[in-house]
């Protein structure tokens, strides 16, 4: 499956995105289809053999919408939404203030000291005005409404055409029947001019909240660096970043922001960091350390060596994940869609019962007050509330999370990580620094120098931890480490490989010596015993026993008040390859009761899967290659920033700042979005509850009404802000 993300222009509502993505769905090879309508894209995935990106764009034009492939930033995207708005509400004010002016007509309290010219109550000018509006300004919502109804769907195009069109034909009749006679208080040419200058003015400030809820997407936007300065041979030249290619060699000047993943080749200065690793203290990078873009040179120049593409530097991951987060929805998410495609229709049936209630039960005095009743029920009713409920929080909080170093890959992730209540912790790299220490190498054979060369061979393509741990002490003591073949890992039990025309194995004590050829075991392996809180590895070179190592990792600083915060509301457990020994050190340490030591990568998998039938939502949170499995088997896994690289791809949650506190953050940023998407829906159902039948009863004048439709949508927004203002998510968000 392919994926593809296009920038969706015309929706004005929850009916518009649910049309589009019903549309999308029935489409051969379109495995799935979501549509955002904070961020005003789709994202859809699709079999490229069986349906074309023209196929899938075209589709959406057939609807009535325009599809870009080319994506532009949630800023850009505002920035022209809310110019357009800005030129249709100046327009749209400029018709309407002789009508508003004569409306005042209509409230006593302003009607006996307010001045009104007696232009401005002729009919036929009110109706020349009103056709401006109506044709001119309101063409877009007869668009959509056409578009809409095309497809045998409607939406809140639908409700302002209909309510605008029966106002101004119903208007049009009556001045044409009764010339000369009918009176401007009959009229509802004012009406229109409320509707959709009011319609237009909510979206409007809709727009602008919505923008103020895309701050912090637009802030990771802002740190893509647009042109980079890179080395040719004819000197250094400017490019497009967009161009930059891996191999190329970059250059950065103090005060510049860093525009490539790669490797320094020259050069040191002090870089802020604290987007990736949230440390204000800046970080000295010299030759032969890895710098990211998004980070800044604060002192010094670099000459950096690009090791990927433009697309496919950290930043970019991280932008990606958080717009593919946001354009997945949760479960309760897309039910509040199917409601909102049903909304416009049910409304339009409310409405002509209103309409039929009031004339035929004679509770109307005349046809005017019925068909006022009935416009009262179209305008009051506000499917964008419901619409923006829940992608206007979920944009803001996976905003507020990639702040933090958090990424969700996608939308059930934040929904299935609030229910969790049972969680799993995987111990090195996890629960621990990660960056366990060897304190002892202990040869049988061979001088311990000799040993140490031999294992780092094999274990320098290594990213486990104590593979690393191995590699750093080599080169702590300068020993010269020769090359190695055929090296193959093994997941949950070590390392192999040729080095010197030599086989190589270290790993966990069990798998080393699998093959080994002595069939009594000499006494160095109780030399090399774990204490409580060590790790041994094994050693055998052709299939003999050679000696083992020691490590000792530590446990983070973080990690109690994290355990501490989480086991308010989960269950908490340490699943682990090591040995019961260091395991039950470091949970003592950390405050975790119940662990599993020294389980194999599928062992932990089980474990997991045992969790979820006992009826659990189970998170699990690990770093390395051997977790793999289990974060795929839990209903969400977390992978810890530093780890390994089949660990971050299968995790739904990427912890990008390598701190355990992360989960927590998560945890809490997740509940309080959850809790926020609930309270937008009840007030949006409420609203709607509570207002429809107040307009049917004949409470609610049609003007008012127009004015609480808008305002419903605003308080949604400003709601889901409320999460952008947090300072902080405590243990109980």
Known sequence: MDTLRLQVTGMTCAACSARIEKGLGRMGGVRSATVNMATAQAFVQYDPTVTGEADIRRKIEQLGYGAAEQVVSPQKAHEAEVRLLRGKVLVAAAVSLPLFWAMLAHLPFLSSFVWIPELLFQPYLQWGLATVLQFYVGYSFYRGAYQALKQRSANMDALVVLSTSVAYFYSHYKLMRYPGTVSHDQLYFDAIAMILTVVLLGKLLEAKAKGRALKDLNELYGLQIRFVRVVREQGEEWIPASELCRGEQVVVAAGEWISADGRIVSGAAEIDESLLTGESVPALRQAGDYAYSGTRCLNGSLRIRAECDAGETRLSRMIAMVEEAQSLKPTIARKVDRAAAVFVPVMALCAAATYAAWTWAGGASSSDEAIRYALAVLLIACPCALGLAAPVSIVVATAQAAKRGILFKHGSAMETLAKADRILFDKTGTLTEG?????????????????????????????????????????????????????????????????????????????????????????????????????????????????????????????????????????????????????????????????RAACSPDRKAVIVEEARRGGKVVAFVGDGNNDAAALATADVGVAMGGGAGAAMQTGDVVLTRDRLSGLADAISISRAALRNIRQNIGFAIAYNTAAVPLAALGYLDPRIACAGMAASSLLVVANALRLQRSASFGGGA
């Open 435 to 595: 960056k366990p220490r060897l304190i002892s190498v202990r040869s049988v054979r061979h001088p311990n120098a000799y040993l140490l060369k031999m294992a780092a061979a094999v274990e320098r393509s290594s990213a486990h931890p104590l593979a690393q741990a191995i590699v750093r002490e080599a080169e702590r003591l300068r020993v010269l480490v020769p090359g190695a073949s055929d090296v193959r890992e093994v997941p949950g039990g070590g390392v192999e490989g040729r080095t010197e025309d030599r086989l190589v194995r270290i790993g966990h004590p069990a798998w080393t010596l699998e093959g080994e050829r002595k069939l009594e075991r000499p006494a160095a392996p109780r030399h090399g015993a774990a204490r409580p809180g060590e790790t041994v590895l094994y050693a055998t070179i052709d299939g003999r026993f050679e000696g083992a190592f020691t490590f000792a990792d530590a446990l983070r600083d973080e990690a109690p008040e994290v355990v501490r915060r989480l086991g308010a509301t989960a269950s908490l457990g340490m699943v682990t390859g090591d040995q019961p020994e260091p395991a039950n050190a470091i949970a003592r340490q950390a405050g975790i009761g119940d662990v």
